[in-house]
């Protein structure tokens, strides 16, 4: 009897709990379970607590902030996920349960589903109304555009501005348009050249916004299926133009946007009129102006017509005299009303061409300004920061250009 009490083994709970953590971690070091949520919880830690079940059973899951840092879909009760960690053991209550390391939406990848669920509440908000929609101002003098200076998609804007009017003044706010921090740079833009208009006079007004990119998978557009990128969009009093990858491609910034185009190269095509369609509608309008004038002269000669075979039937001559130096004054009144109409129609054509012409970059330093540009990159410098003694810059005048080189450096604040 003794010497089976001295051989026998007896173990604390504590010691049977740890010893079927260890069996469990190392017999299910990596598993993949599918099952629905239940029960889900996330806490202010981070941490998230739920239960995955089937029609038979259910298992306790724990997902700790590290891991879920970077999920993009929301989890919800009734969601069917599959999840990728280990079963461990708690040993406090003797309970077992998974510990999640990777979360993936069944039968559906996990950016369309982030995807699906902010769309279903931006939609619910009313951020994709049209009546929220702003229109495109035609022939706008001043456009901002947000992306970025490295990609091909502000290379494409800008030729076709150039080729199709080139005297319109461009404002470029680059950013970063993928990878970690790019959402919050592009919201940021939208946002600061907001505020930038704000300080500006009426007439110097950003009248419209260009944001997007060029084309890549759905990973690379990612940012522009941002919330924080959707909302910066929908509060921009500028009106957005949203130009994002191809023709196939949709994100929510096309969807809350005041127009989507389908490309970059679309969205100034969109925004920037023809400089010719321009001329070629000002010379119908002048057409159409002399059109006029010579029905009204057709309408008054057939008028004087009429009268003087009224006045010849009455055959009185002094009531045919009246009605001649009425008719000669109702000719004079028709021409006289009729230069005024084409002088002023002339006026207005005009002034249409010398606010085109003001637009013009060479108007400007005409009147005394100066474009000063870095060699040998040449940027634009709109901050002394940008330049350092020693520096060589080009000041395109006028007539002309200087080339200098930078002795002093002086800045303001």
């Known amino acids: 009897m003794n010497e089976k009490l001295t051989e026998r083994r007896i173990f604390t709970v504590s010691e049977i709990t740890q010893d079927i953590k260890i069996i469990l971690e190392n017999s299910f ?14 806490q202010p830690s981070g941490h998230f607590y739920f239960s995955l079940k089937d029609q038979l ?35 406090p209550r003797s309970k077992y349960n998974l510990i999640v390391e990777k979360i993936e939406p069944k039968g559906i990848g996990s950016l369309q589903l982030a995807l699906e669920q902010l769309k279903q509440k931006l939609e619910k908000e009313g951020l994709f109304a049209p009546e929220h929609k702003r229109p495109i101002p035609y022939l706008p003098a001043k456009i901002a ?56 006079a009426p007439r110097e007004h950003i009248d419209v916004m260009i944001v997007g990119r060029g084309g890549g998978s759905i990973e690379d557009l990612w940012a522009f299926n941002e919330e924080i990128v959707a909302r910066a969009i929908y509060q921009s009093k500028i009106p957005v133009i949203s130009a994002v990858g191809h023709e196939r491609d949709w994100t929510i910034a096309d969807l809350v946007a005041d127009l989507r185009a389908p490309t970059p190269s679309v969205a100034a095509e969109l925004v920037v009129p023809k400089k010719e369609d321009l001329k070629e509608k000002l010379e119908d309008l002048s057409l159409g102006i002399k059109r006029a004038v010579l029905e009204i ?34 000719g004079k009144q028709i021409y006289m009303r009729t230069l005024h109409f084409v002088r002023l129609r002339e006026t207005e054509f005009r002034a249409t061409i010398e606010k085109l012409s003001s637009l013009s970059p ?12 870095k060699i040998p990159d040449g940027l634009i410098i709109k901050d002394s920061k940008m330049i350092k003694t020693g520096d060589r810059i080009k000041t395109k005048l006028h007539k002309g250009e200087i080339f200098s080189q930078v002795t002093e450096v002086k800045q303001n604040g």
């Open 362 to 373: 060479l108007g400007i330093l005409s009147r005394g300004y100066s474009i000063t540009f």
């Open 297 to 330: 002269l057709k309408t008054s000669k057939v008028l004087l017509e009429n009268t003087q075979k009224k006045i010849s039937l009455l055959n009185p001559v002094t009531l045919i005299q009246q009605h001649k130096i009425r008719s000669d004054d109702l």
């Open 29 to 42: 070091a990596e598993v993949w379970v599918e099952g629905e949520v239940s029960n889900f919880s996330a």
């Open 145 to 200: 555009i947000v992306t970025s200076l490295q990609g091909a998609a502000i290379k494409d804007i800008l030729k076709v501005v150039d080729r199709r009017f080139s005297e319109v003044e461009i404002i470029i706010n680059s950013v970063q348009v993928q990878g970690e921090g790019a959402k919050d740079e592009i919201a940021w833009a939208i946002a600061d050249l907001n505020s930038f208009n704000e300080t500006l």
């Open 57 to 91: 059973s259910v298992l306790d899951a724990a997902m700790f902030s590290r891991a879920n840092r970077d999920l993009k879909f929301k989890i919800e009760n009734g969601l069917k996920i599959i999840c990728f960690g280990k079963i461990s053991n708690y040993g």
